[in-house]
Nanobody, 119 residues
């Protein structure tokens, strides 16, 4: 398990932007770098869903609902992953979770950060 710490959530108006950050301060670089990093979200009454992920080679994948608006990136030297969210919509309101998936498919989760988009 890799402890993850998220930050950057908050309240924003529709059409606005937020940048989420996820840090793995206690992970050593050789452990962090091979991991696929991901952002998930869970809205009230709904299941947790994948928002975006990024592989160790920086290949990215996005949910259809956020493609073109959100950008995931990673900085291996700082052991961080980011989610830039633009043109936010009310339906983006959720708790956003950072996840680290090891090559052996073990998943570590962050504590979550609330994103609320007001219309």
């Amino acid at each position: 398990q890799v402890p993850l710490v998220e930050s950057g959530g908050g309240l924003v108006q529709a059409g606005g932007s937020l940048r989420l950050s996820c840090a793995a301060p206690r992970a050593i670089t050789s452990v962090f770098n091979p991991m696929t990093m991901a952002w998930y979200r869970q809205a009230p009454g709904k299941e947790r869903e994948l928002v975006a992920n990024i592989t160790r080679l920086h290949n990215t994948n996005y949910a259809d609902s956020v493609a073109g608006r959100f950008t995931i990136s990673r900085d291996n030297s700082r052991k961080r992953v980011y989610l830039q969210m633009n043109n936010l919509k009310s339906e983006d309101t959720a708790v956003y979770y950072c996840a680290a998936i090891s090559p052996s498919r073990l998943i570590s989760w962050g504590q979550g950060t609330q994103v609320t988009v007001s219309s």
